[in-house]
Nanobody, 128 residues
Framework: QVQLVESGGGLVQPGGSLRLSCSAS????????LGWFRQAPGKEREGVAC????????TYAHSVKGRFTISRDIAKNTVSLQMNNLKPEDTAVYYC?????????????????????WGQGTQVTVSS
């Protein structure tokens, strides 16, 4: 059974940090696009970051570039998102997803229809 499970969400003050993890089971994360997406209340889900699993190249949404870092551990079959200098506008449910058939591939990484598998999401709330 293919499954992605996120963890690490919570409540943090502005300027704080959180690290999200996504553990995969039922398949290996050794090729393809590993993405993080988020959905804030009343807004559409949007792309946050993507890492090409086989070569490790990364790409980020403009709003998080320089603050968030995506990484993967193929041996542990996990993908992580380190979030620093968090802002209230980062408050959202964060989802990991994978497209096992192709890497991030430039601008196409934000096309959510590409991703075959999704986690259930983890809530991140940034508030004082």
């Amino acid at each position: 059974q293919v499954q992605l499970v996120e963890s690490g969400g919570g409540l943090v003050q502005p300027g704080g940090s959180l690290r999200l993890s996504c553990s995969a089971s039922g398949f290996t994360l050794d090729y393809g696009a590993l993405g993080w997406f988020r959905q804030a209340p009343g807004k559409e889900r949007e792309g946050v970051a993507c890492i090409s699993s086989s070569i490790g190249t990364t790409t980020y949404a403009h709003s998080v570039k320089g603050r968030f870092t995506i990484s993967r551990d193929i041996a542990k079959n996990t993908v992580s998102l380190q979030m620093n200098n968090l802002k209230p506008e980062d408050t959202a449910v964060y989802y990991c997803a994978t497209d096992p058939d192709q890497e991030c591939n430039g601008g196409t990484w934000i096309e959510q229809i590409r991703y075959d598998y999704w986690g259930q999401g983890t809530q991140v709330t940034v508030s004082s």
